[in-house]
């Protein structure tokens, strides 16, 4: 037990009859920061969450949230945190102000504090026009932004958010954004999954996740830093015939095209990249500019993704 | 078990507030009992009238147009078919033209006479008990005839008439089982429906991680529908006494109470089926599945005591059962509650069973 740390876990691991869908993950998520769950289309992260918040029992592993033992404590715990599903869960077919009332009612705010802290949510989230309107006809975006009020409502020591931006365009995910470092400031621990790589990158800690397991672990700078590839760009009038050429190649991770340019991940055992791209390109007789990029999280996904579909790559 | 009023508030609350806006729902708390108490107080009336009947007149005599005249007068029957040969009434009746076929022989006068030899034949088609029964006693009436023309006094021939009941005495009596049988059928889908759907919308995964607790949950979604129970229980006294001036012989209060418990335990196996259906659709499978032995083996359709035992054994576990038993001693017999004791405490049985089974059922997790 570490006071340091909102979420502990060893050996989490959930399975699915046959399916592992949480195999294995150890998190230490410092207080008052910002951690980031990355991962692909049925990694594991929403299962992981639920498996935090104790909505799904564990297969194997313990885990501690706000330092109660989970699922045996989750009762205590649920006063304390706010969760932010996946899929907007609030009540369609009632009025957003319903909506947060039937939530402050049932987190038993005091009745002398609901009402201001209902105005004070609406006012944060702008939400103060829309009072009226049911929840099921807001927008994406007002949905959204709905949903985090309803979960701070109230003032949860521990966030977990379910890629809470799915479907928002990119001013409104920057102004969610701001309002979660506003929270962390105010002393909240913040875990938020995510597919954007934008988003990750703001994240204090990451942890990337891939079936289940986390497969690289740190802040975003430390993982681009110590990305196991080199990053390559081409540029050529014939990318496409590029690309063939470099996919067949050893040591080549990834082959990305970027409008008219390449970008290719050499592994790092091959010392020279950008002159290692350019020989094999001179050798199939295709002309084209290498020069070396700094490698971005992107770069760092695909690297730390592509060993567990391809183990024999790297 | 701890209670927080201010959670309890809200779960009720909500749930109004949700019913306020689904006017389908709030379409069935209201149409149901009306539509079906018009159903079963006039249409499915065990009193029948109408049935269509062909008449083979092979004796043509004045007493056997009589007979005719005096048989279409019970209201029983009409004819629709005059034929000549038996065979044509027995073709009528394999096309299912006729229910009845009425044959009258050419030495009809003569049978009269004879006690030992039946005078006419009737023709039914057996196969719908109802109408069976019902054409047996048109030959009781067929008796009173002969022995009325054995005395000359034409008088006796309508005796038959008052046991048809003109004044529809079954409605009196089905109108109180309704209210039993509509409860069942829209309280146990009310809150069979009430958690599945919370699941479906996604509504249930943000719930249960509150500090909401289970029996919060249930007795909030309970209590609303105790009240709108109450507004049918009502609705459908009210039609009955407009419309088919149903008594209420006993205390009305008893009427009220004994609903009250019979609604609570029906919300309670609705719960009871939300915990165990995955969606929408199987909670009213379930539901129906509830339902048709309750409508069947309650009473309500047939005499209870005219049932094998073990269907009557079958029939104690269900709440309609006991339920009808209670309303219709009070409505119908203005029993006091005290005398009934047994079904009282079967109901509140019933009713805490299904509650704490629920209760216990229900758990905060997804998996
Ligand atoms: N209740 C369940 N029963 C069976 N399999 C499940 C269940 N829940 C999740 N899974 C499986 O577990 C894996 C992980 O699912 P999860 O929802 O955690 O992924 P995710 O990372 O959140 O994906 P996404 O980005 O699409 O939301 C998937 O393969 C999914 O099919
Ligand atoms: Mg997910």
Redesign the pocket.
Same mark, same amino acid.
């Given at each position: 037990m570490n006071l340091d740390y909102a979420i502990e876990s060893t050996g989490l691991t959930r399975r699915?009859?046959s399916?592992t869908?949480?195999d294995h993950v150890n998190l230490a998520i410092p207080r008052k920061r910002i951690f980031g769950?990355l991962?692909?289309?049925?990694?594991?992260? *929403?299962?992981?969450?639920?498996l935090l918040c104790g909505l799904l029992t564990p297969s194997e592993g313990s885990v501690e949230v706000l330092n109660y033992r989970i699922p045996e404590q989750a009762e205590v715990l649920k006063q304390k945190i706010g969760y932010m599903t996946?899929r907007f869960s609030l009540y369609e077919d009632l009025t957003v102000r319903v909506n947060l009332e039937f939530i402050a009612q049932i987190y038993c705010i005091e009745k002398a504090q609901r009402r201001a802290r209902i105005e004070e949510a609406l006012a944060t989230y702008r939400l103060e026009d829309l009072v009226q309107q049911l929840a099921g006809t807001l927008s994406g975006g007002q949905r959204q932004r709905l949903s985090l009020a309803a979960a701070t409502l109230h003032r949860p020591e521990l966030l977990l958010l379910?890629?809470p931006t799915s479907a928002v365009d990119p001013q409104t995910r920057r102004d969610f954004w701001d309002r979660l470092f506003h929270l962390v400031d105010g002393g909240t621990t913040i875990l938020v *999954?995510t597919?954007y790589m934008d988003e990750a990158e703001r994240c204090h800690n990451l942890a990337i996740?891939d079936h289940?397991r986390i497969v690289a672990n740190g802040e975003p700078e430390t993982l681009m830093q110590e990305m196991d590839c080199n990053v390559v760009e081409v540029e050529s009038a014939t990318p496409r015939k590029i690309a063939n050429v470099l996919q067949l190649a050893g040591n080549i991770v990834s082959v990305t095209q970027l409008g008219a340019r390449q970008r290719v991940l050499v592994g790092k055992q091959q010392g020279d990249a950008s002159g290692y791209v350019q020989q094999l390109l001179d050798a199939a007789e295709l002309q084209a500019v290498c020069h070396g990029a700094p490698p971005s999280l992107e770069d760092v996904f695909v690297t730390v993704t592509r060993n567990t579909h391809l183990p024999g790559i790297s | 078990m701890k209670l927080s009023t201010t959670r309890l508030l809200a779960i009720l609350v909500k749930e109004l507030q949700q019913l306020r806006r689904d006017r389908l729902t709030f379409g069935m708390i209201v149409g149901i009992p009306l539509l079906q108490i018009l159903l079963f107080g006039y249409a499915i009336n065990t009193d029948v009238r109408h049935l269509s009947a062909a008449v083979a007149d092979q004796a043509g005599t004045q007493l056997s147009r009589q007979l005719i005249a005096d048989m279409e007068a019970t209201q029983v029957i009409e004819v629709i078919r005059q034929v000549v040969t038996a065979a044509e009434l027995k073709a009528l009746l394999d096309r299912g033209e006729i229910n009845i076929g009425i044959l009258i022989p050419p030495d009809f006068e003569r049978r009269l006479q004879q006690q030992e030899r039946r005078a006419a034949q009737l023709m039914i088609d057996g196969g719908d008990p109802i109408i069976l029964a019902t054409a047996r006693s048109l030959t009781n009436m067929s008796f009173n005839q002969r022995s009325g023309s054995r005395s000359n006094k034409a008088a006796e021939m309508f005796e038959v008439r008052n046991y048809y009941n003109p004044e529809r005495r079954s409605s009196v009596f089905v109108v109180p089982g309704l209210i039993g049988v509509i409860l069942t059928m829209t309280m146990v889908l009310f809150t069979a429906v009430a958690i599945v759907r919370e699941r479906e919308r996604g509504n249930l995964e943000l719930l249960i991680n509150t500090p909401v607790t289970t029996a919060e949950l249930m007795i909030g979604k309970i209590i609303p529908y105790i009240v709108i129970g109450l507004i049918q229980v009502s609705l459908i006294m009210l039609l009955g006494m407009l419309l088919f001036r149903v008594p209420v012989n006993g205390q009305i209060l008893d009427v009220y109470l004994v609903s009250l418990v019979f609604i609570a335990a029906n919300l309670g196996l609705g719960l009871v089926i939300s915990t165990v259906a995955k969606n929408q659709f199987q909670a009213m499978q379930l539901t129906f599945f509830f339902f048709l032995p309750s409508i069947l083996l309650s009473g309500f359709m047939f005499p209870f005591e005219g049932m094998p035992k073990a269907a009557q054994y079958i029939a104690e576990l269900l709440p309609l059962t006991h339920f009808l038993r209670l309303i219709r001693g009070i409505m119908l017999r203005g029993v006091e509650l005290s005398q009934m004791a047994n079904d009282i405490y079967a109901l509140l049985v019933f009713m805490l069973l299904t509650i704490g089974f629920a209760i216990l059922r229900f758990k905060k997790r997804?998996?």
């Open positions: 699915f009859g399916l869908a949480v769950f991962g692909p289309n049925g990694s594991g992260k *929403s299962t992981t969450i639920r996946q379910d890629e *999954s597919h996740l289940g | 997804l998996d």
